[in-house]
């Protein structure tokens, strides 16, 4: 098994598109009707046969919201760690698409790792890419 999606709930899929791609280089693998009235969303840095993001319509009955996600702002266990070849050059890209790091950059030199937040809430670990 490899990994195909993480699922990303979003209260604007048009938003979490351009917000995705600006922030973190992604690119639209997918964008149509996965079946009548339902838009299947996916971006990632590959291709579409590779790992990426589902961005997935929030739900409205409250199990969910628009204000930063069902747990808040508070520290959340995080949805999706990326790796990255220059994680400077990638904290200043989420910097200017307005998500600055709230925690990092952190760790050893050859280890360090940042933690931001998309707009609805999600946290996402960068990380430098592993060195082997």
Known sequence: MRVGRAVVAVGDQDAAIDWYGRALGFAVLFDGEAFPGFRATHVGPGAAAEPG?????????????????AGGHEEAEPLLVLFSDDLDADAERLVRSGAPPHRGPEGAPGSRSLHVRDPWGNVIVVVETPRE
Request: cysteine-free; overall charge negative.
């Open 53 to 69: 993001v589902w961005l997935m319509p929030r739900l409205r009955d409250g199990a969910t919201t628009d204000d930063g996600g």
